[in-house]
Every structure is written in C-alpha cells, then in structure tokens.
C-alpha cells in the first residue's frame, strides 16, 4: 500500500473538487492510501464515504497570494504544513497539493527534509513533446539565484526522475542559453556550462527555449529565474493562441463549424501542455516526493497529480536521486 | 521619397523570396525607393527592370551559421556591410535583412553607429496580443548580459519605439522577471527594478511570461539572455501546438473536416505571432532603423519589414529616441 498525503484545501478551486481527484484516484488503483489534510467539516465526511481514505484535520489555509515564508511560520496548523510534517513522521510517502509553490516549497524543505548532500530542492515538470518525447525541466521558479554547483545538482536530479518517470537511461542533459554554440548565454550562463561540462552528469550542450518543446534533450537545466520566465511564456503563448483560436472561430460560418468539429482535439492539445496530463511539477531533492498540482486545478488534475506522486513513490525516485549524487561524489 | 536598403542575399531562402517582396513593397507606396543590396546577377536585373530601384552590386555574402564579428570584419564586401555602410553615407534612410541577427547587429553597430549617449543598441519587437493590444519587448537577444542603466536605456528606446509605432503616450514599462512582487526576482533582476524605479521612465512594475502576450504593458525590458530564452519559448509553443493541431486533425474524419474548415483562421493567428506581420524585429539605438526580418523569411515578410523601416524613418523613431534621452539626462 502506498499513501499520499492530499491537501484539500489548496488551490483557487472549492474542496469538492479536490475531494473528486481524491475519489478518482482511489477508484483508480486499490494500492493507494489518501490521508486527506484539511477541515474537519470537508475531509471527515470523505474518509468516513471512501474506503482507504484517512482524514488529517487541520484548522488553517494558506492562501494563494500570501508571503510564503511568513504563512508556513504562522500557520503551524496549516493543510500544507501539517501535510509535510505527516511525510516526515511516516504516516504519508509524499505529498500533493495545487496550493502556493512558494508555500509548499518552504514547507517541504523545512518539514520534509532535504536528500542528504542537496543544497537547494528544485521544481520540475515533465513538459510534452512531439511524437511523444518528453523533456525534464528544471528549476521553474524554486530558486531564481543559483550557482554553478547547483545546476550540476540539478541535472543529477533530473537524470533521476527521467529514469524513474520516462524510464530514459543516461539522460541527455542541456543547459537553457541563448543560443546552442558553447560560448553563448549570459556570463552566469556561460559558468553554469563550464561547471556542467566539468561534472560528468550527461551533459550534451546548450539548449534554446524553442528545445523545450521541439528538442532532443531529456533534461534542460537552468535557473529558477530564467526557468520560471520560459514556463510563464509558454504558458502565456499557449493561452494567448487558444483565446485567438476561439476567436477566430466566431468570425464566420465556415470557421464556426471548423471550430466546432474540431474542438475536442484542440482541447487535448491544449490540456497536454497545462501540466496537468502529467501530474503537475514536482520538486526534486526532498527525503519524499512533493507533487504541486496548478492553483487553477481540475478533478482531473487532482487524480493524475496523486498518481504521479504514488508512481514517482514506487519508482524510488528519493533513493535514485540519492545514488545519483552518491555516485558523483 | 524615402530609400530602405534591402539586402536581397539574407534569410535562408532564395534571393528571388526576397525580390518579390521588394516588388510588394515598391508597388504598395509610391513615396518608396529601395536600394537592393546584392550579387550583380540579382540585383542588376531587378534594378533594370523596377523603378524606384537601385542596385547595390556586393561580392560576398555571411552565412547564417557564421561567427558574427569574425565575418563581418573578414566579409568587407557583403551585402549586409556594404547595406550599413550605404545607410552611413546617406544613400539610404533605414536598412531591412533578413540575414544573421549577429552580423547585422555587428554591422549596424560599427557601420551605421550609435546615437550618441546609447550604450549598447537593443533588439525589438511588437508583440501582438489580445483586442488589438502590442507590447514592445527588448532586448531580445542582442546583449546577454546587461547593466542596470542599460535597462533604463532601453525603456527609454521602447517608449520611444512604442510611440511612433503603436502611437502610444507615455507607455507603461515592466521589467520581466519570475513575479509581480517588487521584491521578486534574481539578484540581478532586482538592481534592474531599483534602476528602472529610480529613473522616471514610465516604469510600472515587474511582469511576468505571460505578460508578453496577455499583459498590460506597453514595453516590456529585460537583458538580452532572459529576453531571447523568453522569445525562443513561445516561438517554440507556437509552432508545437501548430504541429499538434495538425497531427490531431488527422486522427478522425470529424477531426479533418473541422481542420480543413478552420485552416485559415488557424493560418492567421500563427503568422501574427512569427512576427513578420509587423516587420520583424528593430535594432533601436542606432542612428538609423534597421530592422531585422526572420532568417525563413517569405515575400510578404520582406515587403511588411520594408515597409516597417520606411514608416519608423518617417516616424521620426531615430530623433524620438535621441530626444528621451536627452529629456531623461
């Protein structure tokens, strides 16, 4: 049996919804425990209706906008801090929330605990690819300074989840640049390529942002910053071409019935690249796997972020991680 | 009359993609002339046979793939040299390639030259975005690394930019970064926000990625790395959802049908966002404009470039710069 812990409350959509992801999970697959972390009025009805779900009630929310560091100090009492501390303790093997990135991560580190020999924990997600090819990319937005040491840490860990995840032995790592001759980026840039280049960790080269859904590479690293920027333009662009899509189709008859019939594949399309096929990001470093769904969440979103959780909990990713860096030491 | 140097031997493409759209060009505004930098068996016969166009008879040519300055120091021949050395010496008002971005910066910058007081020239583009809405991004790739008076410069080039272009008063600047709070953002980021808060340049705030195409910004400023990561990701995103649109429209009847009714609205949308639909990009700071079209170009690319640099010379865009700074001095 493998247990997620679950946070109800998190993200900008109502419990019920997370309760449905909940449900869709379990119905899923019979290996899988939820222990349920919210208020007692929202997860004591849904443990006491679902077979192999627990509550853990909390009395406090973190809300989207607030200062991370500040909400996880004071709010002890918190879904997602509670959630973390019930990793720690062993009552859950990983944790998913779609609440504030910035929250989960300062709760995650300080309450599930670092891999011995990781400076700083990274978020990563699984992007889509054509013909099925997927790139790990990491960090989006966990660190936005970061030296050249932790990009080497960052592709270890990478290498790991691709493993574990894509099942891809001796991942090809790039480094996002702006342009893939070896001496071009920025001079933080430029240091990060020497230091990865230096480290022995599948290192192939400068990748450019267009690599992170065309490309060949299995792991583009980069900093929280630049990382974050890329993710947000892409998200951007895929939003901004699906409003003008829907746009265009009111525009005449002929492209109102296009529209139309062809409608359930755009939203496939569309729904590929929102992260949520996959399970959301996930932040890499930690003693267990910490699964952030988006705050705009789905039902659907919900049950395929537990489940990547559980498998990333099956695959031993912590323990891969772990021997990656034991390995390059 | 105004003249535009056209170098006819950029961009991957034939010479002849590139004659066509100067044809376009000349014939939709009779107030133009066209210098046509090139071989003499391409530009000669053109010349002989379109009014208002001259030849530039040239003997080399710079590759896309090579290293900028090396070629434009050794290629004092080429069509982009000679292109900024006819803009010098007044023989033409502005300059359009769609040649290597590096050698055209490079070129430009020593042979065109710097309005005084800029210290390094930006890249530019207007990007489009939602109801009509345009949003200046630099620099775009053409410095990696920046200063925080660099940054400045280049709000004050993009509101400048944004005022003969898009007819905007007193645009709103944002700077791109990995959040929206004042304090978020890499180190670096941050001396940019203090710089750009300090400076009286109509700057608003940090935007995020998405903000490029959905935002509220007039002009969005950053160093050339974040800026071309930022650009090559939604490049990237445009053409995968293109892509998959495509492959999807395969997979049913429904599907296919719906695909071949909604192409050209589909077409559209994609060739608003590539950019040539408003010229390509701008090198701004230099004493004359000189834009930049995309290295695949086609004649309606290298007619609506042409046309782009024929409006910011009668725009006034060169002496609208040089006038904000000298107003911010």
Not at 24 to 48: K, N, W
Not at 49 to 59: D, I, N, P, Q
Not at 96 to 114: E, Q
């Amino acid at each position: 049996m493998t247990t997620i812990c679950v946070d109800a409350m998190g993200g900008d959509e109502r419990p019920e919804v997370v309760l449905e992801g909940i449900a869709a999970a379990l119905a899923a697959d019979p290996e899988l425990e939820v222990l349920v972390a919210g208020d007692e009025g929202v997860v004591g009805p849904f443990a006491e209706s679902h077979e192999r779900a627990r509550a853990l009630v909390t009395t406090e929310v973190i809300g989207m906008g607030e200062h991370p560091a500040e909400a996880v100090r004071a709010k002890r009492d918190s879904s997602i801090v509670r959630g973390c501390a019930a990793v720690r303790a062993g009552e859950a093997d990983g944790f998913f929330s779609a609440g504030s990135t910035g929250a989960i991560f300062t709760a995650a580190t300080l309450g599930v605990g670092r891999i011995r020999g990781i400076r700083r924990p990274a978020l990563a997600t699984a992007l889509p690819g054509l013909d099925g090819h997927r790139t790990i990319a990491l960090d989006l937005g966990a660190n936005a300074d970061a030296r050249p040491e932790m990009l080497v840490q960052f592709a270890h860990m990478g290498r790991a989840y691709a493993k574990v995840v894509l099942g891809v032995e001796d991942a090809r790592v790039g480094l996002l640049s702006n342009g893939t001759e070896d001496a071009k980026g920025s001079e933080l840039a430029v240091s990060y390529h020497e230091a990865l280049a230096a480290a022995g960790c599948g290192f192939a080269g400068n990748a450019e942002g267009t690599d992170l859904l065309l490309g060949s590479f299995d792991v583009i690293v980069c900093d929280g910053f630049t990382g974050n920027v890329a993710l947000k333009s892409m998200e951007g662009t895929a939003k901004y071409l699906v409003k003008q899509i829907k746009a265009a189709a009111g525009e005449s008859k002929r492209s109102a019935v296009g529209a139309l019939l062809f409608k359930p594949a755009l939203k496939r399309v569309a729904a590929e690249l929102s992260g949520d096929e996959y399970g959301g990001a996930v932040l890499l470093g930690l003693k267990a796997p910490v699964f952030i769904g988006h705050g705009a969440t789905s039902a659907t979103a919900v049950a395929k972020g537990t489940a990547a959780c559980a498998a990333a909990v099956r695959g031993g990713l912590v323990d891969g991680i772990a021997q990656a860096l034991a390995d390059a030491s």
